[in-house]
């Protein structure tokens, strides 16, 4: 009966060129996978991490009521709880559209006032259809 040779295991702990550049490699793959997915999984979670969750049906305060007179405009500014902006249109004094891209003019926010306090109900608000549709009287396919 012959005996087969035992190898012992090696115990060069030198790393080989193509070891080396397969490491850097894959750490590079890693850096370049968490770049990608951090602007995905923010997208993802944004409505929990900037508590927007159920932000549109909160009421902002403007100021007091006698800082609107009646028939009179004036700017209020507030944070709204869902942004959407209006891509570079111009409105008049009334919210009706001037020019610009939007196909119609602003829409008025719920309001209310409490305690001299004037409020809005900022937020989400009714999306209209195509302006195709408005213009044919066609429905979008959508609403059939």
């Known amino acids: 009966m012959t ?12 790393l080989s060129r193509r070891g080396f550049f397969m490491k850097l ?3 590079f793959n890693g850096f370049a996978a968490m ?12 409505s929990v991490t900037r508590g927007r969750a159920n932000g549109y049906l909160s009421w902002v305060p ?17 944070r709204n709880p869902n942004v959407m902006p209006c891509h570079g249109g ?18 008025e926010y719920p309001y209310k006032v409490e305690n001299g306090l004037v409020t809005i109900q900022a937020g989400e608000l ?17 609403a059939s």
């Open 3 to 14: 005996t087969k040779p035992v190898i012992a295991p090696s115990t060069d702990d030198t």
């Open 25 to 27: 490699g894959i750490l």
């Open 35 to 46: 770049v990608l997915a951090v602007p995905v999984v923010g997208f993802l979670l944004s």
């Open 62 to 78: 403007l100021g007091r009521i006698d800082e609107f007179p009646e028939g009179e405009t004036r700017l209020a500014t507030f």
């Open 90 to 107: 111009a409105y008049y004094r009334d919210g009706a559209r001037a020019s610009g891209p939007p196909e119609r003019g602003l829409f």
């Open 126 to 142: 009714p999306t209209p259809g195509p302006a195709i549709a408005s213009l044919t009287g066609e429905k979008p396919p959508c």
